[in-house]
């Protein structure tokens, strides 16, 4: 059997995929429950009994795993809130382990158990990116608003490290921790894991606009991690697009645009950005082909429609702005945010 080394597979198959028109990719919001109630967290709107209750069943679940299955994506990422709060999780993993999706779980390791742990040692993950904002219990639980959570969330820290799973730590930055950066990366680089900081944050998903209010500034921003920080992380770039010149007009540059992610809530509705959640199609009625057919035209090649300033400006390949960034905090796919451009400019000066 020919042996590959990862990366080379991955390439080959999201190119592979991508003009077969078939997404690789479904990040799976198993729940908005999650144990921390994050001042900067754009999920933590639904984080309420009312719209738990209306979540899905294991069954459901299961049902709608199945149909990702059988679309064809390899790559299964388990998200909320934090998926570990579902008391199924376990059986959620393992039905979806069983069907050999490579799977990676997003927590803040705050409803990490040692059952849950030993599990996972038998059957680990391909990765576990845990999220980390501060290493001391004033400012974690100043982030957190939950008193205690600091000490449960290194418990499940040390939990991963002991049992030696695959882990990434990401670090949110906000108004609240920047005075800490240097020692949450000695922390962090300590545990022989890669410091990753990322200033950008969002509205809720309900439109309320209090996180925007933590952002850094723009110096502040690029002082992150050595030179510069300005890295699209949470956006996967496309194969395609990897060396497009600037002065594009392609409306989504990321890879919603080219139909390789789609995104399923708690609800199972399925889209194919996690800021733009319409329109949608509900997996438990159709399925994902059928959505995914109706939903990618309406992004995939898109155009400017409007004389937005946005549309050709050469500074947006290392801008964060987006269609979906715009849309949440100005109601407007097309509009430019203020913040992002001068991110984008300082950048410019800075690498110059």
Same mark, same amino acid.
């Given at each position: 059997?020919? =042996?590959?080394?990862?990366?080379?597979?991955?390439?080959?198959?999201?190119?592979?995929?991508? #003009?077969?028109?078939?997404?690789?990719?479904?990040?799976?919001?198993?729940?908005?429950?999650?144990?921390?109630?994050?001042?900067?967290?754009?999920?933590?709107?639904?984080?309420?009994?009312?719209?738990?209750?209306?979540?899905?069943?294991?069954?459901? &679940?299961?049902?709608?795993?199945?149909?990702?299955?059988?679309?064809? &994506?390899?790559?299964?990422?388990?998200?909320?809130?934090?998926?570990?709060?579902?008391?199924?999780?376990?059986?959620?993993?393992?039905?979806?382990?069983?069907?050999?999706?490579?799977?990676?779980?997003?927590?803040?390791?705050?409803?990490?158990?040692?059952?849950?742990?030993? !599990?996972?040692?038998?059957?680990?993950?391909?990765?576990? $990116?845990?999220?980390?904002?501060?290493?001391?219990?004033?400012? !974690?639980?100043?982030?957190?608003?939950?008193?205690?959570?600091? =000490?449960?969330?290194?418990?499940?820290?040390?939990?991963?490290?002991?049992?030696?799973?695959?882990?990434?730590?990401?670090?949110?930055?906000?108004?609240?921790?920047?005075? =800490?950066?240097?020692?949450?990366?000695?922390?962090? $680089?300590?545990?022989?894991?890669?410091? #990753?900081?990322?200033?950008?944050?969002?509205?809720?998903?309900?439109?309320?606009?209090?996180?925007?209010?933590?952002?850094?500034?723009?110096? $502040?921003?690029?002082?992150?991690?050595?030179?510069?920080?300005?890295?699209?992380?949470?956006?996967?770039?496309?194969?395609?697009?990897?060396?497009?010149?600037?002065?594009?007009?392609?409306?989504?540059?990321?890879?919603?645009?080219?139909?390789?992610?789609?995104?399923?809530?708690?609800?199972?509705?399925?889209?194919? +950005?996690?800021?733009?959640?319409?329109?949608?199609?509900?997996?438990?009625?159709?399925?994902?082909? !059928?959505?995914?057919?109706?939903?990618?035209?309406?992004?995939?090649?898109?155009?400017? &429609?409007?004389?937005?300033?946005?549309?050709? +400006?050469?500074?947006? =390949?290392?801008?964060?702005?987006?269609?979906?960034?715009?849309?949440? $905090?100005?109601?407007?796919?097309?509009?430019?945010?203020?913040?992002?451009?001068?991110?984008?400019?300082?950048?410019?000066?800075?690498?110059?």
């Amino acid at each position: 059997m020919e =042996e590959i080394q990862y990366k080379a597979f991955s390439l080959r198959t999201h190119k592979k995929n991508w #003009r077969i028109k078939r997404p690789n990719v479904c990040q799976f919001e198993l729940t908005f429950r999650c144990g921390l109630r994050c001042r900067h967290c754009c999920t933590d709107c639904y984080n309420k009994e009312e719209d738990i209750k209306r979540e899905l069943t294991t069954s459901h &679940v299961k049902l709608i795993i199945d149909k990702v299955y059988n679309s064809g &994506v390899i790559w299964l990422c388990f998200t909320g809130g934090d998926p570990l709060t579902r008391q199924d999780f376990l059986e959620l993993y393992s039905y979806a382990k069983a069907q050999g999706f490579l799977i990676t779980i997003f927590t803040n390791a705050y409803s990490m158990t040692e059952e849950i742990i030993k !599990y996972l040692k038998k059957k680990p993950p391909f990765v576990i $990116e845990m999220t980390l904002n501060a290493v001391t219990k004033e400012s !974690y639980e100043k982030i957190s608003q939950v008193e205690g959570s600091f =000490e449960k969330v290194m418990q499940g820290l040390n939990l991963i490290l002991k049992a030696k799973l695959p882990l990434k730590i990401k670090t949110q930055i906000t108004r609240d921790n920047l005075g =800490e950066i240097p020692d949450i990366k000695k922390f962090i $680089e300590g545990l022989g894991l890669k410091f #990753r900081p990322s200033s950008d944050l969002q509205p809720r998903l309900n439109g309320d606009l209090t996180p925007c209010n933590l952002r850094i500034t723009s110096q $502040e921003a690029l002082s992150l991690n050595g030179k510069r920080q300005i890295v699209k992380d949470d956006c996967q770039l496309l194969p395609h697009t990897a060396h497009r010149t600037p002065h594009t007009d392609l409306f989504q540059q990321c890879s919603v645009g080219g139909g390789d992610c789609f995104l399923i809530d708690p609800y199972g509705n399925t889209f194919p +950005c996690a800021l733009i959640r319409k329109p949608v199609f509900n997996l438990l009625k159709v399925d994902i082909g !059928y959505a995914i057919n109706r939903l990618l035209p309406q992004v995939r090649n898109r155009k400017f &429609v409007t004389d937005s300033k946005c549309n050709g +400006c050469n500074l947006r =390949e290392i801008c964060f702005w987006c269609p979906g960034r715009a849309y949440v $905090e100005k109601g407007d796919m097309e509009t430019r945010i203020e913040y992002y451009c001068q991110l984008a400019e300082e950048t410019a000066k800075h690498i110059g």
